[in-house]
């Protein structure tokens, strides 16, 4: 990985004064983004929606159907 000269000047002196390891330390810091960061709206499930219709799939399609064939009679 590579970091701006002054970056790595004082993650060089902060590892030194602390005695954490630099990889540890930028490792802390991608976690305290990551915590601080919302999480996608992607990562939600998908909203639940009440149709107050409990027909099956298949119940569906042959009502479909029949209504297709009552339209067409008509005419």
Do not use: F
Request: aromatic letters at 2%; a positive charge; charged letters at 35%.
């Amino acid at each position: 990985m590579h970091l701006p000269g002054e970056w790595e000047v004082r993650l060089n002196a902060v590892s030194s004064a602390t005695g954490v390891s630099k990889a540890e330390l930028v490792r802390r810091g991608i976690a305290v983004l990551l915590d601080s960061v919302e999480r996608p709206k992607c990562s939600r499930g998908p909203p639940v929606v009440d149709s107050e219709n409990s027909r099956a799939s298949g119940e569906m399609d042959n009502s479909v159907r029949r209504r297709i064939k009552e339209r067409a009679a008509r005419r």
